[in-house]
């Protein structure tokens, strides 16, 4: 096991495992911390002096007297952790792993009182481990990779309009089957606003099972005020999402004092890497460069932006005032291959919910340079990825997930189905670019 203590950024990396958490691919530490920092696995206990000690007594005492780990308090009243060396972490990862006990979650946040070590790996939810220096301690995640092609995911609906749950994880699992490298879910596209707190987390939870370890789920943060915004982003962490797309409040629109507030509570909530969604069109607030990497210097978990003003030219601002620190991804539909040339790394994508593949070639065509293999898809393509730029996006990507036999078109209120003119209209644009695909 290899450790790397030359990380500028003082990032604890790890594999993201939540049914293996031993498996440790890095450890970074701060340049002023000493070689000999230790990490600590935290432990989920009972919320009771006899839960506690039982904790202890099945992993960190008997860590302990081992000669591997020493069990230390976090500064909670429900969670003990387990304090190693480096050197004997891959020795504890052995035996915790066999023994399937390794403890779950920052400070135990988001797990159900009265929980026990043994339920925590069956709880299924994400692993995080804790670096301590001289000076301070961090709690760092998994770190999101935020690049390739990302579907903001529709919500569906049964008929009553609850949420269909057994098709949210068809399509999660056809998705990443398709070559995409995660979901967000809970955005605007997914009709966040209309769905409740409880209905939120079972979205996220259906998605991270459903799609495991193979690619990567992202919580939308949207609320009216910044209390709600920080619960739904400790509700994403404890269902075990691997990072946050935190937006501006909905409604008010605030000066750049109080929303840089907004954003670092939100950000400040949890470990989770995140990303910050900049949509001045939609949202009425603007995030310019200079403000970005403000929230970047404040806020070490800030680790990209979904760049969604329409203005190409801000990803050139941004990569010049980021200098390399912040991972840019496109929220246009019709703008990726302009995007990608001037620089992003990624697609937060709409229409990838009915045609995932044809985004995913789009995306590589793209970053590989094959402008005209490219253009042969956004031909045709097109007309349909500018269905994600108008009022009525919802009705009519869902409309074409159903043409395409990978959806509903059931909204939410006050979003209603399209009817009349308009309905006829959208069919005629997507049965005139499904011909012209055939076409090639």
Known sequence: MQFDFNNTRGRLDTMRSRRDPAKVR???????????????????????????????????????HQGIGTPRLIDDSSAI???????????????SAAQGRTAAH???????????????????????Y??????????VMPKMPWRGVIPAITTPFRQDLTVDHTFLAKHCKWLIENGCDGVVALGSLGEGATLSSAEKKQVLETCVQAIGDRASVVAGVSALSTAEAVSIA?????AGCNGLMVLPPYVYVGDWREMRAHISAVLDATPLSAMLYNNPIAYTVDFPPAHVVELMDANPTLDAIKESSADVRRIAA?????????????????????AVDAGAVGWIAGLANAFPKESVDLFHFALQGEKEKAFQIYRWFLPLLRMDTVPKFVQLIKLVQESVGMGSARVRPPRLELIGRELDEARAVLKEALVNRERG
Do not use: W
């Not at 070689?35 to 000690?53: D, F, K, L, T």
């Open 26 to 64: 890095q450890c970074n530490r701060d340049p002023d911390s000493p070689v000999s920092a230790h990490i600590q696995i935290p432990c989920i206990v009972e919320e009771n002096h006899s839960g506690r000690a039982r904790g202890i007594g099945r992993i960190a005492e008997q860590r302990a």
């Open 81 to 95: 952790a387990i304090e190693i060396a480096p050197e004997n972490l891959a020795a504890f990862a052995h035996g």
């Open 106 to 128: 920052h400070h135990a946040r988001g797990f159900p009182r009265g929980m026990r070590i043994d339920d925590v790996n069956a709880f299924g939810h994400q692993y995080n």
């Open 130 to 139: 804790h670096c301590e220096s001289k000076t301070q301690r961090k709690t």
């Open 234 to 238: 400790r509700m994403a962490e404890a």
């Open 318 to 338: 941004l990569r010049v005032l980021a200098a390399g620190r912040l991972q840019i991804l496109c929220g246009v539909d019709d703008l990726i291959v302009e």
